[in-house]
């Protein structure tokens, strides 16, 4: 079965750029979507097909995929964006990453 | 506005039975693929089950096939998952989410989520 790879944990100074990793053998042949999920709150969609935004997701947040390795970016980070984050793409049924706890510090 | 509000979650013991109710409103129900996510605690997100519009077409996740069932009611704007021979494995919170395919069904996703409802399979 397909896997997807991300890191336990990324950490990012307010202000500064949070890179969030998504790996996958010949991920970059396959669309990859990022969900933002905080406690108590429904996870939130903020990148689908690589590098699409849905209305209403800052423009702040961007991806990329290429290669065996897609990339969620947050630039000028805030705190308000402290959560875990988790990939996915489809290898016909629905393939999630471990997901990311992104630390705003 | 796109809403989705899981309810019918509990505890239960191994072997028992669920079903779960997702309520939806905001956009044309019958239009969409719907799903079911599960996350376990201190895991990751985990597929469940996917529905086509009419009911025509459901999958599911290896783990809860045979056991679990997804349905949909058009007419009450719900879906469903009837949850049988449970197992302490399957304790997670389930999310109903609205599904989209991308043009050629090159790739599947999840628009909108609900809050979750949370179910735990314990003696």
């Known amino acids: 079965s397909y896997e997807l790879t991300q890191p336990p944990s990324v950490s990012v100074s307010p202000g500064q750029t949070a890179t969030i990793t998504c790996s996958g053998d010949k991920l970059g042949d396959k669309y990859v979507c990022w969900y933002q999920l905080k406690p108590g709150q429904s996870p939130v969609l903020v990148i689908y097909q690589d590098s699409k935004r849905p209305s209403g997701i800052p423009e702040r947040f961007s991806g990329s995929n290429s290669g065996n390795t897609a990339t969620l970016t947050i630039s000028g980070t805030q705190a308000i964006d402290e959560a875990d984050y988790y990939c996915q793409a489809w290898d016909s049924s629905v393939v999630f990453g471990g997901g990311t706890k992104l630390t705003v510090l | 506005e796109v809403q989705l509000v899981e309810s019918g979650g509990g505890l239960v013991q191994p072997g028992g039975s669920l079903r779960l109710s997702c309520a939806a409103s905001?956009?044309?129900?019958?239009?969409?693929?719907m799903s079911w996510v599960r996350r376990a605690p201190g895991k990751g997100l985990e597929w469940v089950a996917n529905?086509?519009?009419?009911?025509?077409?459901?999958y599911y996740v290896d783990s809860v096939k045979g056991r679990f069932t997804i349905s949909r009611d058009n007419a009450k704007n719900s879906l469903y998952l009837q949850m049988n021979s449970l197992r302490a494995e399957d304790t997670a919170v389930y999310y109903c989410?609205?599904?989209?395919?991308?043009?050629?069904?090159?790739?599947?996703?999840?628009?909108?989520w609900g809050q979750g409802t949370l179910v735990t399979v314990s003696s």
């Open positions: 989410a609205r599904g989209r395919y991308c043009s050629g069904g090159s790739c599947y996703y999840f628009d909108y």
């Open positions: 529905i086509k519009q009419d009911g025509s077409e459901k």
């Open positions: 905001g956009f044309t129900f019958s239009s969409y693929w």
